[in-house]
């Protein structure tokens, strides 16, 4: 999780752009030394190999200074006018001298930040490179966007210390990302809260990680003195009732279950009256995956609702699949309405892009992601662990 931009965002803070100057400190022309020193080599001529007389050597010296000395002399004049255009820089990338000196997306904004404050239009050009990055890691377009505004706000005509910058452009980002992120609500004391029995939702896609969420949340229940059955109302896939019931015996919590191709809404009705009579707090139902797209699947999600009028219902998507995770539950959202959302399988998504859209565009939390196999593999979504993610902390 986070790798990707955690690499990219930690590289442009970690280099010191050259020059970075405070506001008011004169502009430097490039030191003459420097460019000597390489002119220097580049004018060297090849040894002949003849041993010339010593006039012909005195001659040849005489005529290489003067080639030097005018080289060099153009070479300044050519180099004052470029840093009057500005040009510098980008001559300077073109024979790759100076490569470190670009440092990526937060020095150049450092630097820029440091000698004058920061105009709308510099923010937008500054911000393309960042955009490009955010997009490639399956950052939704109007993720991005949103964090484009709130970084502007905190940034455009503000000039800061060179000593504090670094720190303030961190400060800005995070709080751009904030605005994205919503915070999953503290299951337990919901499930607390409630005087009868708690009933869970979960649905999505095909292999999205339902089934194994539903494990681990169980898992987590548990061990938080909370009992639980679960419905296997996935009654189509083919031995989809063997891995619920496989979990539940692991774990040690009643499963229930009928057969394939009957009615998950009547599972469902079952395994809530069972917890009813066990006296059990929380019922968690499997559904088999479907396509928000596939009617008649739709309609059997609504009967399920319907029936068990969940506390929940819990969109699960798979972070690794980005942008199609987000536009999943955007289409469930809009469809049968969700309350709270897992994304497994963010232990195998470098990029990230789900874990910070999806929330976003649902306007609903990430209650868990889902970091492995093992029952234990269930976190709580909350945002510093987004910060620490992305080397923000
Ligand atoms: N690495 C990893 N694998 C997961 C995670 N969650 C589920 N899986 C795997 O994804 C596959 C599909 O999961 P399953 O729960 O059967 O998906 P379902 O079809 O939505 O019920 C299984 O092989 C799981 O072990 C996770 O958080 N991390
Ligand atoms: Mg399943």
Known sequence: MFESLKKKIGGWFKKEPEGLKEFGEEDKKPKKEEKKGKKVIKVSKPV????????????????????????EKEETKKEEKKAEKGEERAEEKKEGIVEEESGGFFARLAKKITTSALSEEDFDLFFDEFEMVLLENNVALE?????KIGLKESLVGKLFKKSEVQDKIKESLKKAISSVLIEGIDLISEIKKKKGVYVI?????????????IAKVAYYL???????????????????????????????VDVISSNYGADPAA????????????????????????????????????????????DLKIFVGEAITGNDATEQAR???????????????????????AVLSVGYVTSKPI?????????????????EDVWKGLGLE
């Open 143 to 147: 993720v991005v966007d949103k964090i």
């Open 367 to 383: 209650l868990f992601l889902g970091v492995g196999q093992g029952y234990g593999d269930l976190r709580r979504f909350k945002k």
């Open 222 to 252: 548990k061990k938080e003195g909370i009992s639980a059955v679960l419905g296997a109302a996935d009654t189509f896939r083919a031995a989809s009732i063997e891995q619920l019931k496989t979990h539940g015996e692991r774990i040690g």
């Open 48 to 71: 002949s190999e003849e041993m010339p007389s010593a006039l012909t050597k005195a001659l040849e010296k005489k005529k290489l200074d003067e080639e030097t000395k005018a080289k």
């Open 201 to 213: 939702v979960f649905f999505g896609v095909n292999g999205s990680g339902k089934t194994t969420s």
């Open 331 to 353: 289409a469930f959202n809009e469809s049968v309405g969700i309350d709270g959302i897992v994304l497994a399988k963010a232990d195998v998504d470098e990029k990230s892009g």
């Open 267 to 310: 599972v469902t009705f079952d395994a809530i009256k069972h917890a009813e009579k066990k006296g059990k707090k929380v019922v968690l139902i499997d559904t088999a995956g479907r396509m928000h797209t596939a009617k008649n699947l739709m309609k059997e999600m609504e009967k399920i609702i319907r029936v068990a009028n969940p």
